[in-house]
């Protein structure tokens, strides 16, 4: 019973590196979404996706970029890592219907240095 | 006004006692509200829906007030496994992006 899975649990990057998280859902929701959180800050959405190809702008979209190829699987890439972006983020989906809670991957701890 | 507001806390309770703590939207159209909770270094897990008329599951009660725009959480007979944050959750509509997160209030037990 996975739910969301993200990839990897850990990362250290340099300034001007790129890299690409990966989030995996295997309840058949439709709606899939990138958050990251900061101490004080809360949980602020990045991007999100009501369906397969399909993707808009959250909160805070600058320095990240998403991809919603196939229905279970959500990407977020950093093209060009700043520490700015040291953060833990945060993969959820959920159903269609409005009232229906997300639910959440594990995180993903990004440090860049 | 900041749309999902909640006292940070911590809250330090003892064992066995109860303990409330509310949250406030400022968005009056808002449609659907759920308690997280979140565990140090963990991903937020829901805790319970917030239904118009309230809810119970177990020793926790949530409770709706539309017209002062609040929920709350009631914790009744607090065990050291409730140590926790726990985020206030607000939807404003049937969109995808309209979820709004408070900062969570921290909550301790003490033994």
């Known amino acids: 019973n996975a739910g969301v899975t993200q990839t990897p649990k850990f990362r250290v990057l340099k300034t001007g590196q790129s890299m690409t998280l990966l989030c995996a859902q295997d309840?058949?929701?439709?709606?899939m979404y990138w958050y990251r959180q900061d101490p004080g800050m809360g949980l602020r959405l990045i991007h999100y996706?009501?369906?397969?190809?399909?993707?808009a702008k959250g909160e805070v979209p600058d320095g990240y970029n998403v991809s919603r190829l196939k229905k279970q699987n959500f990407l977020l890439g950093l093209e060009s890592a700043a520490p700015s972006q040291t953060s833990v983020y945060f993969c959820?989906?959920?159903?269609?219907?409005?009232?229906?809670?997300?639910?959440f991957g594990d995180g993903t701890r990004l440090s860049i240095l | 006004r900041k749309e999902v507001e909640q006292d940070p806390g911590p809250f330090n309770v003892p064992e066995g006692a109860t303990v409330a703590f509310n949250c406030t939207y400022s968005?009056?159209?808002?449609?659907?509200f759920f308690w997280y909770r979140q565990d140090c270094r963990k991903e937020p897990k829901l805790l319970m829906s917030v239904y118009s008329s309230g809810n119970e599951d177990g020793r926790f009660t949530a409770q709706l007030n539309r017209a002062s725009q609040y929920i709350s959480l009631l914790i009744r007979d607090s065990k050291l496994s409730d140590s926790a944050t726990y985020l206030c959750?607000?939807?404003?509509?049937?969109?995808?992006?309209?979820?709004?997160f408070g900062k969570g209030t921290h909550l301790i037990i003490q033994p």
């Open positions: 959820a989906s959920s159903p269609v219907s409005s009232n229906q809670p997300q639910h």
């Open positions: 309840m058949n929701h439709e709606y």
């Open positions: 959750v607000v939807k404003r509509g049937g969109g995808a992006d309209g979820l709004t």
């Open positions: 968005n009056s159209a808002s449609q659907s």
């Open positions: 996706s009501v369906g397969e190809g399909t993707t």
